[in-house]
């Protein structure tokens, strides 16, 4: 039988769609006073993709020009951008494919015990929208796996390659006992993921490509893909979304690639975004695994 096209689904049918993952409840305190870690009135969330040579090797690009731009992200982007971290004194969550762990065995432990959140970012980013539901549940169970032996713990979050989301993937989220993930835009607020109408308990803490440095400072050589945004003025557009978080009394998300954000004039503007956002003295800044931890009680 052939495929039918959208206009032909039934009611039902592309209700069942729409309705296969969907938003739950904000997760937030009624209490302003304890909306946020340590009562403070804004929380801010920071987050880099250590994908490194990654998203090359996922589509078999194995030529040495690609495997050298991911190789900056870990050989130069990552010390630096912990040493900026350390500066802040702020913890941030690193999301990882397994493959880059298993590549570097120091990188991962290197984050734990600075103090950071290591969280699975898939096997090989892998499009996890091409693969069957067994082969998306053995990748991640791997994942978890290698964080498990390099860490001595498993991580707790999730965060899938590119953020998608197959038909499956929240029920491997749920069989692995994921206690949340960030790769969907359904709020600027954390909330609970809903599978086909029933709760799952678990959190979400929402992304988006207006708080991510991929949309605006990617290169493609041989593609029309180039950085038209200056990071001066990446830098205005993300102090704009932080300010408009504090005033709402909200969170600000952020998501980071070494290999992108980890180039001089972009650490530069890095910088300015912390030194703004610390100058804040009622923030809380912390890990993503934290802010679930404090928002999971109220699902």
Not at 210 to 237: E, K, N
Request: hydrophobic share 40%; with cysteine; aromatic share 8%.
């Amino acid at each position: 039988m052939e495929a039918q096209e959208p206009w032909q689904w039934t009611e039902p049918e592309w209700r069942a769609r729409v309705e296969r993952v969907r938003a739950g409840k904000t997760l937030r305190h009624r209490d302003s006073a304890r909306r946020w870690p340590e009562g403070r009135r804004a929380a801010v969330a920071i987050s880099f993709d250590s994908d490194h040579e990654t998203p090359a090797l996922r589509d078999g690009e194995t030529s040495p020009a690609r495997m050298a731009q991911g190789e900056f992200g870990a050989r130069v982007a990552v010390p630096k951008i912990l040493d900026l971290l350390a500066v802040h004194d702020i913890a941030a969550t690193f999301f990882m494919p397994a493959v880059c762990a298993l590549m570097r065995p120091e990188e991962a432990p290197r984050y734990r015990d600075l103090g950071h959140e290591v969280a699975v970012h898939g096997w090989i980013h892998e499009r996890n929208t091409t693969l069957e539901f067994a082969d998306e549940l053995d990748l991640t169970r791997r994942c978890l796996d290698t964080f498990e032996h390099q860490l001595g713990h498993r991580p707790v979050g999730i965060r899938t390659p590119s953020w998608d989301f197959s038909e499956g993937t929240l029920a491997v989220i749920r069989e692995l006992g994921f206690a949340y993930d960030s790769s969907l835009m359904a709020d600027t607020e954390p909330y609970e993921l809903i599978e086909a109408g029933e709760q799952t308990g678990v959190v979400e803490i929402p992304v988006e490509w207006i708080r991510d440095d991929a949309p605006y400072l990617m290169m493609d050589r041989f593609g029309g893909l180039r950085p038209h945004t200056a990071p001066r003025d990446l830098l205005q557009i993300w102090i704009d979304e932080f300010d408009a978080a504090y005033a709402e009394g909200g969170l600000f998300q952020l998501t980071m690639h070494p290999h992108i954000i980890g180039h001089r004039s972009r650490l530069r503007i890095l910088d300015d975004l912390l030194r703004h956002i610390s100058s804040h003295s009622d923030v809380w800044i912390g890990t993503h695994a934290d802010l679930a931890a404090h928002l999971r009680p109220l699902i």
